[in-house]
């Protein structure tokens, strides 16, 4: 994981951040989604999380406005 976000990193996909602190983040919240998903028995509809976790990375959390 942390080579593939070095990787995008060098290419310019992703910005320049901490590559080790990017995979965490991201297998926690694969891990937290699975075990959510686990619990729910089925019910939490996991490709609507996963596309506001999509949606989340591409586009971050602080409004336009504010930067």
């Given at each position: 994981m942390v080579e593939t976000a070095t990787k995008a990193i060098a290419t310019g996909r992703i910005n320049p951040i901490d590559p080790h602190a990017f995979?965490?983040?991201l297998v926690g919240t694969m891990d937290i989604l699975i075990w959510q998903w686990l619990a729910s028995e089925g019910k939490m509809d996991i490709e609507a999380i996963?596309?506001?976790v999509r949606q989340i990375l591409q586009t971050g959390v602080t409004p336009k406005?504010?930067?």
């Amino acid at each position: 994981m942390v080579e593939t976000a070095t990787k995008a990193i060098a290419t310019g996909r992703i910005n320049p951040i901490d590559p080790h602190a990017f995979a965490i983040m991201l297998v926690g919240t694969m891990d937290i989604l699975i075990w959510q998903w686990l619990a729910s028995e089925g019910k939490m509809d996991i490709e609507a999380i996963s596309y506001q976790v999509r949606q989340i990375l591409q586009t971050g959390v602080t409004p336009k406005a504010i930067l």
